[in-house]
């Protein structure tokens, strides 16, 4: 017995509660209804592009606040910086620009 399905992918046969339980999986809505996403993807701090999945050369990473004293307060300010801009070296002036600009440095 072959299944027949309709215009958006789904067998005629679905009653309507499983054809909106599955249109909810394809809008990554939780059970309360709000949207979540599963992927949220990382943007460089010094070019603001999205990183994509294979850019292998992209790092991230966490600059963390200091008191008076020098002791680590638990806050700290995540940067990530692509591999486009480290391969062009600038990585360090970026980091430092970005640094001084949220007051870390």
Request: aromatic letters at 8%; proline letters at 2%; glycine letters at 6%.
């Amino acid at each position: 017995a072959s299944v027949q399905y309709n215009t958006s992918g789904f067998p005629k046969s679905c009653c309507r509660t499983q054809h909106a339980y599955y249109l909810s999986l394809a809008n990554m809505q939780n059970a309360n209804g709000e949207i979540v996403d599963k992927y949220i993807p990382r943007k460089c701090s010094a070019t603001n592009r999205i990183l994509t999945c294979d850019d292998k050369a992209s790092v991230q990473f966490n600059i963390g606040h200091v008191d008076a004293n020098g002791v680590y307060t638990g806050e700290f300010e995540t940067l990530a910086i692509s591999g486009f801009v480290r391969s062009k070296g600038e990585s360090d002036a970026a980091v430092t620009r970005l640094a001084r600009e949220k007051n870390v440095l």
